[in-house]
T-cell receptor, first 115, second 112 residues
């Protein structure tokens, strides 16, 4: 079975550019999560969706960050404009179920470097 | 305010011995706990979980223990194998919530 697929795996861009990260969740999963991992803050939740609807975006750091889930099989995380402090590994995860108690399955991440 | 804490950034264990990874939490509303394992350049992989109604859950070489009064959980790996070398994350969620809160991780190294 295909797992969570993220693209690109690596992204290097200059400050001020728009960055779009993509995620395809596991088929049949109805919850999708975006995380960011940094040395300082560890693994932190940015936003999550349930049935394509954003449920909690309290972790989104600034208005420069936005996320969408136009359908059950695709989500994007956009940063515009990007800044060097946005450099991190961004993970997407998906899970099955409306309520808690379900493990989340992670993609392999996008390593983002903003110069 | 870190609600989930893994106080040991690293742990080194000899192959064949027991590895014990620890995790503390502060939020008394947490009722579901998970351990994830992460290799370099890969995403975290779910390992084992435990509900607050239990105090132990076992899956092969992996056992998770939960002490609710101490707000402490631990992951035991017996016997430890070289392939267990990875970063281990503890995570928790409140009842009915999908949101996971992760600890900072512990890097486990199994020495031959």
């Amino acid at each position: 079975d295909a797992g969570v697929i993220q693209s690109p795996r690596h992204e290097v861009t200059e400050m001020g550019q728009e960055v779009t990260l993509r995620c395809k969740p596991i088929s049949g999963h109805n919850s999708l999560f975006w995380y960011r991992q940094t040395m300082m803050r560890g693994l932190e939740l940015l936003i999550y969706f349930n049935n394509n609807v954003p449920i909690d975006d309290s972790g989104m750091p600034e208005d420069r960050f936005s996320a969408k889930m136009p359908n059950a099989s695709f989500s994007t995380l956009k940063i515009q404009p990007s800044e060097p402090r946005d450099s991190a590994v961004y993970f997407c995860a998906s899970s099955l179920g409306l309520f808690g108690g379900k493990p989340q399955h992670f993609g392999d991440g996008t390593r983002l470097s903003i110069l | 305010d870190q609600q989930v804490k893994q106080n040991s950034p690293s742990l080194s264990v000899q192959e064949g011995r027991i590895s014990i990874l620890n995790c503390d939490y502060t939020n008394s509303m947490f009722d579901y706990f998970l351990w994830y394992k992460k290799y370099p350049a890969e995403g975290p992989t779910f390992l084992i979980s435990i509900s607050s109604i239990k105090d132990k859950n076992e899956d092969g070489r992996f056992t998770v223990f939960l002490n609710k009064s101490a707000k402490h959980l631990s992951l035991h790996i017996v016997p430890s194998q070289p392939g267990d070398s990875a970063v281990y994350f503890c995570a928790a969620s409140e009842k009915g919530a999908q949101k996971l809160v992760f600890g900072q991780g512990t890097r486990l190294t199994i020495n031959p």
